[in-house]
């Protein structure tokens, strides 16, 4: 599959991710404006560029850190089983916690980590997720704040991977196959 030819056309700019993530991150102040310290937790990898940016906007007290979970392996499909491959260092118990995705297809990732994290008990968790593909959806999950709802295409850049390439674009690419009439 990785060997089919392909061209990424540009869905998303940077410019437009820039001005959506100040929107975002000025809701995001109105909800944690009285927090001690806000634990953002990046869901690795895909939200690396993300979460960078993000917490850079964000004028609040932080603390990051990062889990990492994995549903796709190196295919275009969701296995739907949902693998951690690194928990998050600091405890959150009692602590206000931003989860911080990529992109929500079938949403098995998200519910998975939100259903981890909640049985250790944070004072406030939300969820933020700069893609949402919502006619891709199997359970029943919306993130809290969404960047932008897409329709069912296959996006790279900024953070997010075909085969582990294009993550480094600055903008949100779809995927266009070369061998397809
Ligand atoms: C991708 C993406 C999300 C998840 C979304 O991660 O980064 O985490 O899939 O899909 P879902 O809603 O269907 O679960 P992937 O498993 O490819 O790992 P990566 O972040 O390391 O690229």
Redesign the pocket.
Known sequence: MTHRPYEIDQLISAKSIAARIEELCADIHAEFEDTDKLVVVG?????FVFIADLVRELNLPVEVDFL??????DGME?S?E?RIFKDIRGKIEGRDVLVV????????????VVQILSARKPARMKTIALLD?PS?R?VDLAADWIGFSIPDEFVVGY???FA?RN?NLPYIGKVRFTDQA
């Open positions: 869901l690795l990898r895909g939200s990492e979970a994995s549903s796709y392996g969701s739907r949902v995705e990529d992109i929500v297809d079938t949403g098995h990732t998200l519910n998975h593909k891709r199997e953070g997010i991977d582990q993550r």
